[in-house]
């Protein structure tokens, strides 16, 4: 069965840090990968997502970067952190052809 | 721009009654719509989904209904139970939206009252 992990799960980091989420999927080849942010009060905002090694595609202009080194790994970055990229971020994966999407257990990112 | 859209952030009900929760939707090329339950502190899991096929869909207590004339559906649950307690967003997408992206409401946080 697929397994989808993420860590850390929680993570305080102050402004104009560096950050690196991971996200890794196991059980399934060549997903197409996904990060969402939620921020406090809000819906799932897509940031981005990948359909292959190396190839990323970006929904937000933002302070964000992601890179896809390996098929099963999905690695959210920043140089510099903002007080406004504090949020719940969620990585997800579904199989080619498929619509549903499946989450990851979340990293809750506050910077102060 | 919502396309996707929740208008009611909170609802309660009674254990052991329907719960109905809505979405409705502006876009007229999505044809695939996606249910989904969110505790606090962990990712969303996938309930149900429907294509735009179809007008119901049903799975244990969950059946979701959609109204393609009115860009509207409902996912009902019943009985509902004090697990059901959580947030629920509605998504969507289509074939010409590539990749499978989904488009999310902002969600609507049920409570059952025991």
């Known amino acids: 069965s697929q397994t989808i992990h993420q860590w850390p799960a929680t993570l305080v980091q102050p402004v104009g840090s560096p950050l690196s989420l991971e996200c890794t999927v196991e059980g399934t080849s060549n997903p197409n990968l996904y990060w969402y942010r939620q921020a406090a009060g809000r819906g799932l905002q897509l940031l981005f997502y990948s359909v292959g090694i190396g190839q990323i595609s970006s929904e937000v202009p933002q302070n964000l970067s992601a890179s896809r080194p390996q098929d099963r790994q999905f690695i959210l970055s920043s140089k510099k952190l903002l007080l406004s990229d504090s949020g719940f971020y969620l990585c997800a994966w579904s199989g080619t052809g498929g619509w549903e999407q499946y989450f990851g257990p979340g990293t809750r990112l506050t910077v102060t | 721009d919502q396309q996707v859209k929740q208008n009611s952030p909170s609802l309660s009900v009674q254990e052991g009654r329907i719960s109905i929760l809505n979405c409705d939707y502006t876009?007229?090329?999505?044809?695939?719509f996606l249910w989904y339950k969110k505790y606090p502190a962990e990712g969303p899991t996938f309930l149900i989904s429907?294509?735009?096929?179809?007008d119901k869909n049903e799975d244990g207590r969950f059946t979701v209904f959609l109204n393609k004339s009115a860009k509207h559906l409902s996912l009902h649950i019943v009985p509902s139970q004090p697990g059901d307690s959580a947030v629920y967003f509605c998504a969507a997408s289509g074939k010409d939206f590539g990749n499978e992206k989904l488009t999310f409401g902002t969600g609507t946080r049920l409570t059952i009252i025991p």
């Open positions: 429907i294509s735009s096929i179809k």
């Open positions: 876009n007229s090329m999505f044809d695939y």
